[in-house]
C-alpha cells in the first residue's frame, strides 16, 4: 500500500505518468475539483518527455513555435499568450518549472498541485530522480500516481483515439489495425508497465508509489485512497463521467483471438502487475490474464 503524507508532508505535487487512455483526464479533473489543489494552467506540461524522450520532441518543436510567434507579437507591442511563454521558460530553465508549482503551493489553502502527462511514463530513471530532487530542495514531496488499463483494452482504445484524431491515415478498421501495431516499439514503451515500475520504485521506493487499475477507477473506495495518498480531503467524485472517452465500434470489445495474442506478447507486463496488486485483484480488473492461464 502506498504511504500516506504526513503533517510534514503538507505541500505535494502529484507526478502522473499515465499511462496514455488509462483515466489521465478524469484523475486530472477530479484533483482540480478539490479547492485544497492547484493544478496550474495545463493538464499536461509535457516538459520533461520534450526534452528527453526523442519520440516526444515533436511537443518540444510546437512549442517553439508558438513561443516564437507570442515574442515576434511581444516585440510589435501587441498582446501574446503568456502560458506558451511560461512553458517555454520550464525547457530554457528547468529550475523555473519547481519554481512555479511552488510558487502554486504558497497560496493559502492548497495543498497540491499536478503534472499529469502520460509520457511521463517513458521517462528514465535519472529524470525521475532529479524532479524528486528539485521538489525536494523546496520542501515538496512528489507523489507518482501511475494508472494503468489492461494492456490490450489499453491499445484497443489508442487505435480508435488515432483513428478519430487522423482517419485519413487510418483506412484500416480498428480491428485490423490492433493486430499491425501492439507490438511496435510506440505502443510497446506506453504498454510496457513493468519497466515504468521498475523506475518509479527505485526512485521513490515501493509504498512511494500509488498504483491504480483504471478498471477500478471510478470506484469510491479508490477515490478515497487517492485523496489520502495525495493529502487531500476526500471529496465525491463524478465516477459516471468519462472523460476523452475513444469512439465505439460495431466490435465493443476486441475479439478474443485477437485479446489473447496481444495478451501473451504483454505476458511480463500481466504478471509484473498481478504480483504488484495480487492476482486477484489483477485477475478480477483485467479478464484476459486467463489467456495465461489456461
Known amino acids: 500500500m502506498a504511504a500516506v503524507p504526513t503533517s510534514a508532508d503538507s505541500r505535494t505535487f502529484v507526478l502522473g505518468v499515465g499511462a496514455q487512455k488509462a483515466g489521465t483526464s478524469w484523475l486530472h479533473d477530479h484533483l482540480a475539483s478539490s479547492p485544497q489543489c492547484d493544478p496550474g494552467f495545463l493538464k499536461e506540461y509535457h516538459v520533461w518527455d520534450g526534452l528527453d524522450l526523442e519520440a516526444m520532441a515533436h511537443f518540444r518543436e510546437r512549442l517553439m513555435k508558438r513561443s516564437q510567434r507570442a515574442a515576434a507579437r511581444l516585440a510589435r507591442g501587441r498582446e501574446a499568450d503568456p502560458e506558451n511563454l511560461r512553458l517555454a521558460s520550464f525547457y530554457a ?19 497540491a498541485t499536478t503534472d499529469i502527462t502520460p509520457s511521463y511514463a517513458m521517462l528514465s530513471v535519472e529524470r525521475l530522480a532529479a524532479i524528486r530532487d528539485g521538489f525536494g530542495r523546496r520542501g515538496i514531496r512528489v507523489a507518482p500516481v501511475f494508472l494503468m488499463r489492461e494492456p490490450a483494452e489499453r491499445i484497443w482504445s489508442a487505435v480508435r483515439m488515432y483513428k478519430k484524431r487522423r482517419p485519413e491515415r487510418h ?93 501473451e ?30
Open 93 to 111: 530553465d528547468p529550475e523555473a518549472y519547481f519554481d512555479y508549482f511552488e510558487l502554486l503551493l504558497s497560496r493559502p489553502g492548497i495543498r
Open 171 to 263: 483506412d484500416r478498421t480498428p480491428e485490423e489495425r490492433v493486430l499491425e501495431v501492439y507490438a511496435e516499439p510506440w505502443f510497446e514503451l506506453r504498454t510496457r508497465y513493468e519497466l515504468t515500475m521498475g523506475a518509479l520504485e527505485a526512485v521513490f521506493g515501493r509504498d512511494g508509489v500509488h498504483y491504480v487499475l483504471y478498471e477500478r477507477l471510478f470506484e469510491e473506495p479508490t477515490v478515497q485512497e487517492l485523496a489520502a495518498f495525495v493529502g487531500i480531503d476526500p471529496a465525491p467524485a463524478d465516477t459516471d463521467r468519462r472523460v476523452n472517452a475513444s469512439p465505439k465500434t460495431d466490435v465493443l470489445r476486441l475479439p478474443d483471438d485477437a485479446a489473447r495474442r496481444i495478451a
Open 265 to 294: 506478447h504483454y505476458r511480463a507486463t500481466y504478471e509484473a502487475v498481478a504480483a504488484r496488486l495480487g492476482h486477484d485483484v489483477v485477475a478480477t480488473a483485467w479478464p484476459d490474464l486467463r489467456w495465461l492461464e489456461s
